[in-house]
């Protein structure tokens, strides 16, 4: 003997709600009905909710990037300050920032460093250990040590 739910089944060939036979049955098809009504509801506010707000949004991603950008202009500005030499490089070794410091130290001018290789810029001999200082590096999170000045 099979016990079970019947499914209701509209003249458009539709699954409808199933018929309950017993009241737990009754008690999971009510349950199963409220959680469609609420995810129903949910989607159309979902729906809503970029019409209702763009405005809001847009107004405060603007915000968020006006922020960022003026915060990346204080620290450029604050690199340009210190007196250490400091150069920013790609996992590639083009420089991407060279500040005032590295361009005492080095000799070279922001305008001639950037977009250079950082090997080929300060060790044109070929006498570069890039490769072992950029393996400690992803070994253990840092890499300290003494280079020499070419230029």
Same mark, same amino acid.
């Given at each position: ?40 509801? !949910? ?14 949004? %847009?107004?405060?991603? =603007? #915000? @968020? /990037? ?28 083009? !420089? ?14 922001? %305008?001639?460093?950037? =977009? #250079? @290789? /950082? ?33």
């Amino acid at each position: 003997m099979m016990s079970g739910v019947v499914d209701k089944v509209s003249t458009d060939g539709q699954s409808l709600s199933p018929t309950p036979k017993t009241p737990l049955e009754t008690e999971l098809c009510e349950a199963l009905e409220n959680l469609q009504n609420q995810v129903h509801q !949910i989607e159309l506010e979902k729906a809503e909710l970029p019409d209702q707000h763009s405005q809001e949004v %847009e107004c405060l991603v =603007e #915000k @968020k /990037a006006l922020s960022l950008q003026r915060r990346v202009q204080e620290q450029a500005a604050l690199l340009d300050v210190a007196t250490d030499a400091i150069f920013v490089r790609d996992l590639d070794g083009n !420089i991407l920032d060279w500040n005032k410091g590295a361009e005492t130290l080095y000799g070279w001018a922001a %305008e001639e460093a950037l =977009e #250079k @290789k /950082a090997s080929k810029l300060m060790y044109p001999d070929g006498a570069n250990n890039d490769g072992e200082i950029y393996k400690n590096l992803l070994r253990q999170g840092s890499w300290k040590g003494e280079r020499s000045q070419v230029r």
